[in-house]
């Protein structure tokens, strides 16, 4: 628990965040607060990872783990902390208490055998829980080349994102495939091999092999200039599309951030985050308003100019575990749902992750009898917020999506 204190402070005194009660529950940083990452959250899951690595029980880990997140939900529900705060916390608990337990655990110490049969065994993948490729990720158009010259069986395209090992699978099958004698061409075959390189991790743990990871993923930014105003509002549509809900306005819009993740068999953990900023803006003009209110049947706004933008932001931010044959995530998560980008009912990166629980069976079901005639099954559940992602200043809209211009 004292190896999470200096990073936490690090981390606490760079970005400075204000506390909830303190900011009104605005998303204010460098302000001299101390609030992200959660102190409490850190160190309850240093300490429950550790026990839970040390006694590799579904009923301890399930205790220690569980006392971990009624610690971190308490926090939230005091007002102490954002949601972001304590999931950050506690990524940064879990991951010491693990590295303490592998360079510090004693196996002379474990006299059940069973134990250590456990902990030596080769994985087994459909235990083994997998982050989602991100929805901006190149795999996606690679995979569907594939798809369409049939050298893979068609994916769920409407059902996005994917798991990493549920593209491992597809690539397996099309491995077998190429072994038995079925030719690619030149272009296929190099998208073949590009993704065999992507996905090398998830076929190595497809054979039995042992595979645990951290990786740091990407580190970007983004310099957009706009030369007129824009389009940013749900009445007039988008100047910019599936773009993560970013602000941006007329002038230089700056985004800057990173993309990390890490896999631990039944568990695994993805973090994105990124700075954003975007210059102050005049309000519309009165003939805007006034079509707008028109629109939506409400009075005209008064005429408010846009502030300018500068803050940190998570992205995509979750934890994710596989039980039952379910990948079963927890956090900030984004979803590509339907067949195009726009109409009623659609999910897509046009808006900024919410918060949700996700049940999902990301592999076909074949139902005896009933798939011969209709094909595979897959179901997508969640649970989550949306109210905030119709705002007219952050530009993020789910259930109405209007015309990109």
């Known amino acids: 628990m004292i190896d999470v204190l200096p990073m936490q402070f690090a981390i606490r005194g760079a970005t400075g965040r204000l506390r909830p009660y303190q900011s009104n529950y605005q998303n204010v940083f460098f302000q001299g607060g101390d609030s992200f990452p959660s102190n409490h959250s850190a160190l309850a899951w240093a300490f429950a990872s550790v026990v839970a690595h040390e ?3 579904l009923y ?24 972001s705060d304590v999931f950050l916390g506690g990524l940064i608990g879990y991951q010491v208490g693990r590295q303490v337990y592998k360079a510090r655990h004693n196996p002379q110490i474990d006299d059940d055998l069973s134990i ?11 235990r083994m829980a997998s982050t989602y490729v991100p ?18 069986p068609m994916p769920f395209m409407d059902l996005r994102p994917w798991t990493r090992m549920n593209c491992a699978r597809m690539m397996a099958a099309l491995n077998e495939r190429v072994r038995n004698s079925v030719e690619l061409t030149a272009e296929l075959n190099a998208i073949r091999v ?15 092999r042992p595979y645990e990871l951290i990786r740091f993923d990407s580190l970007y930014t983004r310099l957009t200039g706009i030369a007129e105003q824009p389009l940013n509002d749900n009445n007039l549509g988008y100047t910019l599309t599936n773009n993560f809900g970013r602000p941006y306005r007329e002038g230089f819009n700056n985004f800057t951030g990173f993309s990390a993740r890490a896999d631990d068999g039944r568990f695994a953990f ?47 931010t979750y934890v994710t575990t596989k039980w039952l044959g379910q990948d079963i995530s927890v956090g900030k998560q984004s979803l590509s749902w ?3 980008t726009a109409g009623s009912m659609i999910f897509s990166d046009n808006a900024e992750p919410f918060w949700m629980l996700r049940i999902n069976q990301t592999e076909p079901l074949y139902i005896p009898g009933v798939s011969k005639v209709f094909g595979p099954f897959r179901w997508d559940n969640f ?21 990109e211009l």
Do not use: C
């Open 116 to 126: 250590v049969a456990r902990q030596t065994s080769a994985p087994l993948p459909s």
């Open 55 to 57: 006694y590799p029980n």
């Open 194 to 208: 590009a993704l065999n390189e992507e996905f090398a991790d998830e076929l190595s743990a497809l054979d039995g």
């Open 338 to 340: 339907g067949p195009t």
């Open 60 to 83: 301890a880990q399930l205790g220690a783990y569980g006392l971990a997140t009624g610690i971190s939900l308490a926090r939230v529900a005091s007002s102490q902390h954002f949601l």
């Open 270 to 316: 993805y973090v994105s985050g990124e700075y954003q900023h975007a210059p102050a803006a005049a309000a519309y003009p009165l003939a805007a308003r006034v079509a707008i209110a028109a629109v939506n049947q409400d009075p005209v706004q008064p005429a408010v100019p846009f502030p300018e933008v500068n803050t940190f932001r998570l992205l995509d």
């Open 135 to 152: 929805l901006d990720s190149w795999v996606y158009d690679a995979t569907e080349r594939l798809a369409v010259a049939r050298a893979v």
């Open 383 to 403: 649970f989550g917020k949306l109210s905030g992602h119709d705002s007219v200043s952050r530009g993020t809209v789910y259930l109405r999506q209007q015309a």
